[in-house]
């Protein structure tokens, strides 16, 4: 993450706060994933099997992000969405962190948060074709209504 508030494409975050400022306001687990790109356990986050209508936001910024009307049912282990909110929502980064498997990084584009990762083409029904593997603790649900 950049320190600087900037995004990797060089423009500044709409929400940027220094890294003491983002400690005071996540948890030690929030901050794990969401600031320095951790991942929970599969199988273990709150919204892996959700089934409340509403809108999924940034858990750091608030940033709407996914809709449940978006969600399905994926069995990875993290909750999966076919596309995000409004196409300027989250942005992507090419990530390389385990050799020989490159994957592309979702980010809330509010504020540079890790998400989570999109895969494409794995066979899954839906209108995409693409996977948002989001981690719950990066989002916060707000029910519908």
Partial sequence: ??????TPSGREYPVTLTDAQWRERLSRDEYG???QGGTERPFTGEYTDATTEGTYSCRACGADLFTSETKFESHCGWPSFFTPLAGDAVEYLEDTSIPGRPRTEVRCATCGSHLGHVFEGEGYPTPTDQRYCINSIAVRLRPKG
């Fill in 1 to 6: 993450m950049s320190e600087h508030g900037l």
């Fill in 33 to 35: 994933v969401l600031r």
